[in-house]
T-cell receptor, first 115, second 113 residues
């Protein structure tokens, strides 16, 4: 079945460490997104990529980095510069055909906790 | 910039009754899409319903329907015959030409048996 796989499901980070969250999709979608979810904040956009080897900052990109070397993969690195990384992270993808927008497909998320 | 506002943080409905979740938005674009997503305790985001802004007809999906008022920039979700499985957090979202899905803060819906 096609879908988005995020790993790991739970991740613990020590102060000062960089960690990378994985996001892989086999939907042949062009665009991929990373969102952060905090209680009472909804989902906020971190980074997005419309095509391979290109990506743009979202609303809260500071302290994060991404790469898009393959269409299927869009990993997110949470760097030590991110002051409050404890949150739930969601990856999403969307097909970018003309003529319609049928919504975004989401992965099951990664819960990151700073210890 | 586009914004989405969900002003009610929580709502409760009796099983089998109807409930309406409110959402307002702001955008300078004329062509955009609106969505309602459901997030159950598993935290998996599930698309409930979508609305194309250029279509005047309100979207429906089984027990779920929307009241889309473009001039008022309002996009409410009506759930009919509420079921226990409808209990979840619901997010209203807007996708414009820049292809950045913007979410409201969500509303927690509880269903009383």
């Amino acid at each position: 079945d096609g879908g988005i796989t995020q790993s790991p499901k739970y991740l613990f980070r020590k102060e000062g460490q960089n960690v990378t969250l994985s996001c892989e999709q086999n939907l042949n979608h062009d665009a991929m997104y990373w969102y952060r979810q905090d209680p009472g904040q909804g989902l906020r956009l971190i980074y997005y990529s419309q095509i391979v080897n290109d990506f743009q900052k979202g609303d809260i990109a500071e302290g994060y980095s991404v790469s898009r070397e393959k269409k299927e993969s869009f990993p997110l690195t949470v760097t030590s510069a991110q002051k409050n990384p404890t949150a739930f992270y969601l990856c999403a993808s969307r097909r970018t055909l003309t003529g319609g927008n049928y919504g975004y497909t989401f992965g099951s998320g990664t819960r990151l906790t700073v210890v | 910039a586009q914004t989405v506002t969900q002003s009610q943080p929580e709502m409760s409905v009796q099983e089998a009754e109807t409930v309406t979740l409110s959402c307002t938005y702001d955008t300078s674009e004329s062509d955009y899409y609106l969505f309602w997503y459901k997030q159950p305790p598993s935290r998996q985001m599930i698309l409930v319903i979508r609305q194309e802004a250029y279509k005047q007809q309100n979207a429906t999906e089984n027990r779920f329907s929307v009241n889309f008022q473009k001039a008022a920039k309002s996009f409410s979700l009506k759930i009919s015959d509420s079921q226990l499985g409808d209990a979840a957090m619901y997010f209203c979202a807007l996708d414009g030409a820049n292809s950045k899905l913007t979410f409201g803060k969500g509303i927690t819906l509880s269903v009383r048996p």
